[in-house]
């Protein structure tokens, strides 16, 4: 993320959790549902939006291209987290979008399964998905913008600043009062990958 919103998130103890319009994948939720207009299914992407979100993250390090893409171009901020198993879904990535229809038993299940595919062109960000209820009590809303406060669960453990990422003496002494190493990126001579320097 970009360094002034890891810094001010890391100050009021939030993430920020995404929702299907805020999303840079225009597929998201995409789905041929079978006896179920083009309308409807934009209804009920429209009705999710407003009640579910996502905290996302990926088990990749060390893709340029990610850091180009979500960390500001190398000068924002990656932050790792150490998450129970249970909470997280991986994505899966196909050629296809789910075919789903009413008179399939299991449509409702597979609606859900809908959140979790994506274009086989997005599998290099190796993502993983965290339910978030927009209703829920610890949802913070601000700007239009969701959050959920950071706790013991889902908190931080290390950062990783980009290769063009320049971290001042303040800001790297806020991370170091939440116990968070700071770890400078940089590229790596004998391959394309971001490694730790």
């Known amino acids: 993320m970009q360094k002034q919103y890891a810094i001010s998130n890391l100050e009021r103890s939030r993430l920020k959790v995404a929702t299907l319009d805020s999303m840079n994948d225009p597929y998201e939720l995409f789905l041929n549902f079978d006896g179920a ?14 009640k579910s979100g996502f905290l996302c993250f990926s088990k990749n390090l060390n893709d340029p291209v990610q850091w180009a893409h979500y960390a500001d171009n190398h000068r924002g901020i990656c932050w790792e987290f150490d998450i129970p198993a249970h909470l997280l879904n991986r994505i899966e990535y196909g050629e296809e979008p789910i075919n789903l229809a009413q008179r399939d038993e299991d449509w409702r299940d ?6 979790l595919r994506k274009y086989d062109g997005w599998s290099y960000e190796q993502e993983y998905r965290i339910l978030v209820d927009l209703e829920a009590e610890e949802v913070i809303r601000e700007s239009g913008l969701h959050f959920v406060k950071l706790e013991k669960i889902v908190f931080p453990t290390r950062v990783y600043a980009g290769i063009r990422c320049e971290l001042s003496a303040e800001e790297k002494e806020l ?16 391959s394309y990958s971001i490694i730790p320097a």
Do not use: G
Request: overall charge negative.
């Open 37 to 50: 207009s083009r309308d409807d299914i934009e209804k009920f992407k429209e009705h999710f939006t407003l």
């Open 110 to 115: 597979n609606l859900v399964k809908a959140t």
């Open 175 to 190: 991370f170091y009062r939440n116990d968070l190493e700071v770890i400078q990126m940089a590229q790596d001579h004998r």
